[in-house]
């Protein structure tokens, strides 16, 4: 009876909370106020009329698209085949966290760092393959701008959240440990303790930059290239497929990011209480805030240039970092 | 349980949770084919090749490539043994000398 | 335990037997039969001995023609050397069912069987094999078949060329390891292994004071010089960096099922090998051995080797054009992790390349035999040209993804699992350059996997595909089987095995003293 208990709170964890629904909400929430805050930047209002301050707006769009009934294709699409991707991707993300400490049901374990990296590999691969996969030349352009940037940011943004939750978690390397007790308030010596802000400063630059081209952002924005090659990866899907993609990408921005603000500001760590994810929101959207302000102030790449600056700064950054970590 | 369990339990578990939201879906919904999009102009029968997914590679890494299949993978035969006998041969010295710094029995 | 021994008698004795029922017998058909049940049985005896020797929880010393050790040819069998043999006949079984779809009735059809069987008997002789010069026939029987294989399509001016280099070069690695087991000899007075770990382990000289009596010579000197021979021509065999040419020529012109085994089971017998000698015999990296003070620098050697050959091999996966040729560069990426993983000197570190033999075997036998497919259907290697088979053929397809996304690692398949045990054994060491390699050369090379899961899954050539080749059991079956196997590779199902197997290799104190216990109890019976 035990198993079959413990086997729903998993479900419940990775569809409910912190999974898909809490993620699908925060996401959205996070689309309106990344749309709100570059509308600023470019002078405009943004989202204005579904919804207190037009807040509701990427619901209603992500709603319309999910229940339409046709879905309009390319002649050659699998398109059944790529909306599976999409959910599979949407569902990886949503049950890594489990891995989280924001409910009292998360799950830890030694190394699971690993398990959470190449559990949401699951969504990366997703996402090249939406393009990829269209067979159609202006998603292809977009899968492979994605694959090849795919190339380098994958290994940075593990090399540096290994270096990261080292740091943090030094004897169980668990993403739980790293946010919840974060080892860098027990460090004794000051050189210690510089040594884990470096590490933490290098990892925090590198896994920034890598998470500007993961979740498409501004200098980043290749794939999708909306004046260039017309949504890219995006360009041959509609209905369904295509508000689960987008809610892909949201979701993985917003996990994302949650991650990457508690493991860059520790203190207070997030614990399975009510203030502690409040403080952890609020740090989730200071750092959004920074990364949108800083990604949106630059032009767009091109594809060589992009993969030369990934592989120039957060590569070099993050094995630098990842040495620190290990000679402490 | 450890992280390999985990592994297995959440992995397995989004695989079939993916299957089960998405028959619904997939059933819903009917598919019409079109055109491929090109901006409007007409479908000649060209699709994206698969040789041009390493393009940017290529043209990031010319170099190094040019020296990889210039000088070490040039598929002739005597380039092999350029490369493997200094490699034995480093390998006898490296460890000979190591003996001999170390001292023998 | 006669079992063990008789494995490798039977397939050569078939191997020899083929090409003779040839000139009587003209039907193909009977050679598939013929060829499947004793790849078959062979696979139940070596399942058999794998079973009595985790039974008996030790080492299993088989006297060939009952002559004691230093004398004669010994078996040596530990739960290492029997996994990894009860594997590799698991493999070869469905790579035979798999040849006799992909050969149909192809006249050389006999030859080929003769070879492979004979290649079986090479492999199985390597992993059971308890004496150092019988190591050194193993390898020349493993490597003659392989040239054969290679050349299979004799017509073709590729294979012709690739197999002439492939045999120049094994000649030479064979030549270099003979001259290893010849110094092994002058200086240890024996070849038999488990006698020369004694003679390497001064505990067991002071035990077994006898065994000093071979021993001539500076021996750490000789050593030195054994191990740098030796492991020059095991790195030749298993396709690490200065040495992987062989293995992206030569794959692309074999048949489809040769390059399944080359790439997935051929290469083992290299790790195997200098696992078996810098563990077992020489006991390079265990405290009370003494030739421990050679570890760091074979250690650094080998881990530089495989965390090149990785990086190396996965820069060049992407700008192949030739499927086969990028499944062979992953070939050489996969066999430096696992070199790597044997650098490392620690149990962790040993388990994890045990087990990434596994699954990356399992893996790139399934990504060979399901690609092959796809050329065999489109009648081409060249990437951009290869038809989207998955589109039709939903178990080739599934195969495809599964085959690229466990060498990538991804869970719940057994790539995950192995790959998470290296990351373990790094960390646990403090590699952390070596954690960057992995997860380099996986992130580059999910890339070049990706090359391979376009055309054929989603790719739009489907209309002119001959649909009568994409069907039968004989194809399927090995695609299923292998498919579920990299499923049940999980550790929950095979952890104990590799446990026990890893185990077996890293303390070596039962191989040594049921060797000695041969040699003595021979000496006390009176022959």
């Known amino acids: ?170 004897n169980t390397l668990s993403l739980a440990d790293a946010l919840s007790n974060p080892g860098i308030l027990r460090a004794q010596q000051p050189l210690q303790w510089i040594f884990h802000v470096a590490t933490i400063i290098l990892a925090a630059i590198s896994f920034s930059i890598a998470l500007l081209s993961k979740t498409m952002l501004k200098p980043f924005d290749i794939p999708e290239a909306e004046t260039e090659i017309a949504g890219g990866y995006l360009a041959e899907l509609s209905g369904p497929a295509l508000g689960l993609s987008i809610l892909l990408h949201e979701v993985e921005i917003s996990l994302y990011v949650f991650l990457f603000a508690n493991l860059l500001i520790p203190i207070p760590p997030i614990l399975p209480a009510p203030l502690s994810i409040v403080m952890s929101l609020i740090k989730y959207f200071i750092v959004l805030t920074i990364l949108v302000l800083v990604a949106y102030s630059m032009g767009r790449l091109k594809l060589d240039q992009a993969l030369r600056a990934l592989i120039k700064v957060p590569l070099l950054l993050s094995i630098i970092s990842l040495a620190l970590s290990f000679t402490i | 349980m450890d992280a390999l369990g985990i592994a297995t339990i959440l992995t397995t578990m989004s695989i079939v949770l993916a299957l089960i939201l998405w028959l619904p879906i997939s059933l819903r919904t009917r598919i019409r084919r079109t055109e491929l999009y090109l901006s409007g102009e007409p479908q000649s029968g060209f699709t994206v090749r698969v040789t041009e997914i390493s393009w940017a590679v290529r043209r990031v890494f010319e170099r190094i490539y040019e020296i990889l299949i210039g000088h070490v993978q040039t598929g002739i035969f005597n380039d092999w043994f350029a490369l493997s006998l200094p490699y034995l041969l480093i390998l006898l010295l490296l460890l000979v000398i190591v003996v001999t710094v170390r001292g023998g029995v | 335990m006669h079992l063990i021994a008789a494995a490798p008698v039977v397939l050569v004795a078939t191997a020899f037997a083929i090409p003779l029922i040839y000139l009587k017998i003209k039907s193909v058909k009977v050679f598939h039969a013929v060829a499947l049940s004793v790849t078959l049985t062979v696979f139940f005896m070596t399942l058999l001995g794998y079973v009595y020797v985790s039974q008996v929880g030790e080492p299993v010393v088989y006297r060939m023609g009952g002559w004691p050790p230093p004398l004669g040819i010994v078996y040596e069998a530990d739960s290492f050397s029997t996994l990894l043999a009860t594997y590799t006949a698991f493999i070869i079984v469905f790579v035979t069912l798999y040849s ?89 007075g024996n070849l038999t292994m488990g006698l020369v770990a004694a003679e390497s382990r001064p505990t067991f000289r002071l035990l077994t004071p006898f065994v000093d009596l071979f021993t001539w010579g500076n021996v750490i000197a000789a050593v030195a010089v054994i191990l740098a021979l030796s492991l020059w021509t095991f790195t030749f065999k298993a396709g690490i960096f200065p040495n992987h040419f062989w293995l992206p020529d030569a794959h692309p012109a074999a048949p489809t099922p040769i390059s399944a085994i080359l790439s997935g089971l051929v290469v083992n017998a290299g790790a195997y090998t200098s696992a078996r000698l810098l563990y077992t015999v020489f006991g390079v990296y265990d405290p009370l051995s003494s030739f421990y003070s050679l570890s760091p620098y074979l250690g650094t050697v080998l881990s530089a080797l495989g965390a090149f ?202 191989y040594i003293i049921k060797a000695l216990e041969a040699f003595v109890n021979y000496i006390t019976s009176g022959g």
Request: aromatic share 12%; with cysteine; proline share 5%.
């Open chain 3, 309 to 510: 050959s990785a990086i190396f091999a996965s820069v060049m996966m992407l700008v192949q054009n030739d499927v086969k040729r990028l499944i062979a560069y992953s070939t050489v990426m996969h066999l430096g992790l696992i070199f790597t993983g044997l650098s490392l000197g620690t149990p962790a570190g040993v388990k994890a390349a045990t087990y990434h033999i596994l699954t990356h075997a399992a893996g790139k036998a399934l990504l060979f035999m399901s690609v092959g497919v796809a050329i065999e259907v489109s009648k081409t290697r060249r990437i951009p040209d290869l038809k989207a088979v998955g589109r039709l053929s939903p178990v080739v397809g599934i195969a495809i993804a599964a085959a690229c996304f466990s060498l990538v690692g991804l869970p719940p398949l057994g790539g995950f699992f192995s790959k998470f045990a290296l990351y373990q054994a790094y960390i646990e060491v403090g590699r952390f350059e070596l954690v960057a390699v992995l997860l380099a050369s996986s992130g580059i090379a999910m890339l070049g996997y990706l090359k391979v899961i376009y055309p054929t899954l989603f790719g739009s050539q489907t209309s002119d595909i001959e649909t009568h080749r994409l069907g039968g059991p004989s194809m399927l079956l090995p695609l299923i089987a292998l498919i579920a196997l990299l499923v049940i590779l999980n550790p929950l199902v095979i952890s104990l095995a590799i446990d026990s197997a890893s185990r077996s290799l890293v303390y070596a104190d039962r």
């Open chain 3, 100 to 188: 006799s779809w992909y050969l149909g009735s192809d006249t050389g059809t006999p030859y080929y069987y003769s070879l492979l069987l004979g290649l079986e008997a090479g492999l199985l002789g390597i992993y059971y094999t308890g004496d150092i010069f019988n190591l050194f026939v193993m390898l020349e029987v493993l490597g003659i078949t392989c040239y054969g294989l290679v050349a299979y399509y004799r017509n073709s001016k590729e294979a012709v060329e690739a197999s002439i280099k492939y045999a120049f070069f094994g000649a030479l690695a064979g030549l270099s390891y003979f001259l290893a087991a010849v110094i092994t000899y002058a200086s240890f």
């Open chain 1, 1 to 170: 009876m035990e198993p079959l208990i413990e086997f729903l709170k998993l479900i419940f964890t990775a569809l409910v909370y912190p999974g898909l629904a809490f993620l699908t909400i925060l996401g959205l929430v996070s689309q309106w106020y990344r749309r709100k805050l570059i509308a600023r930047l470019q002078n405009r209002v943004g989202p204005k009329y579904v919804g207190p301050a037009g807040i509701l707006q990427p619901f209603a769009d992500i709603y319309k698209l999910l229940f339409v009934k046709e879905l309009v294709t390319g002649a050659y699409t699998p398109a059944r085949l790529i909306l599976y991707l999409v959910i599979l991707g949407i569902v990886a993300l949503s049950a890594s966290t489990a891995l989280l400490p924001l409910t009292p049901l998360y799950i830890r374990a030694e190394y699971d760092v690993l398990v959470f990296i190449y559990l949401t590999f699951y969504a990366s691969i997703a996402m090249s393959l939406i393009g990829l996969g269209s067979v159609s030349p202006y998603p292809g352009f977009g899968g492979v701008r994605y694959a090849t940037m795919l190339l380098v940011f994958e290994p940075v943004i593990a090399i540096s959240l290994i270096s990261m939750v080292k740091v943090l978690a030094p």
